[in-house]
């Protein structure tokens, strides 16, 4: 079974940073895509970013000029780097492993931006 442990969420002032891990318990990670979406109260799950095993990063407009993707693929891990942070980055964060529609999905962690 996969497990997905994220780490790194937390309360942080508008402006701030906050760096997020997932590390993976999965004999195959380097053929994964690997990525991070989030949910605010109220709204529908929205991609922050992901990458390939190629290392080809798909980050949104709203985020793509303040987060940055990265992953380690001898640790298992991935990296949400996570700058210049909005209020309205406020929302769970889930790690996800092999795609939205079929992957596996980490518990989440919390980010909260105060203004």
């Known amino acids: 079974q996969v497990h997905l442990a994220e780490s790194g969420g937390g309360s942080v002032e508008a402006g701030g940073s906050l760096s997020l891990s997932c590390t993976a318990s999965?004999?195959?990670?380097?053929?994964?895509?690997v990525g991070w979406y989030r949910q605010a109260p109220g709204k529908q799950r929205e991609l922050v970013a992901t990458?390939?095993?190629?290392?080809?990063?798909t980050i949104p407009d709203a985020v793509r000029d303040r987060f940055t993707i990265s992953r380690d693929n001898a640790k298992k891990t991935v990296h949400l780097q996570m700058n210049m942070l909005k209020p309205e980055d406020t929302a769970i964060y889930y790690c996800n492993l092999g795609g939205e529609r079929f992957g596996y999905w980490g518990r989440g962690t919390q980010v909260t931006v105060s203004p």
């Open positions: 990458i390939t095993r190629g290392g080809t990063t």
């Open positions: 999965v004999s195959s990670y380097s053929t994964y895509s």
